[in-house]
């Protein structure tokens, strides 16, 4: 296989092979959105202390939500590849599973900007996922953080991505 990104299709890798940060200033600046997931499923004990607000560490899903807006601004310190980017607004919510049980994290990430916001929304998403883990993990240490992904973009060359609701 050729190095050559007109070949692999790999816009981060140049002709030689080697990585790069893609150039991006030939690109229109249009309104981007990302929005990720993810879940973390728990002890019955440990859902229900974090529900309740009975977590000695504090109040765990304010800091969740904290952690993934911090982790959103700081994806290109934490992505080599990834450009900094001037956020307009980032979300992270959740939604508590009674039954499983679990917390889904939703992060929806914009800016208008030369490049898309995936990789903040993922990002977002999986800090506030280990953040719970962390605030939690003296009640329950086999939580499982599990199916973070991008569930939809908009912006773009490439134009709107929507995860097919078959995996959702």
Known sequence: MSGNPSHTGLTHIGAGGEAHMVDVSGKAATERRAVAT??????????????????????????????????????????????????????????????????????????????????????????ALLTIYDMAKAVDKSMRIEGVRLLEKTGGKSGTYKADQAEA
């Open 38 to 127: 993810g879940r973390i499923v728990m002890s019955r004990e440990a859902f229900v202390a974090i529900r309740d607000n009975a977590i000695a560490k504090g109040d765990v899903l304010s800091v969740a939500r904290i952690a993934g807006i911090m982790a959103a601004k700081r994806t290109s310190d934490l992505i080599p590849l990834c450009h900094p980017l001037p956020l307009q607004k980032v979300a992270v919510d959740f939604a508590l599973e009674e039954q499983t049980p679990a917390i889904t994290v939703s992060a929806m990430v914009k800016t208008t900007g030369q490049t898309g916001v995936e990789m903040e929304a993922l990002t977002a998403a999986s800090v």
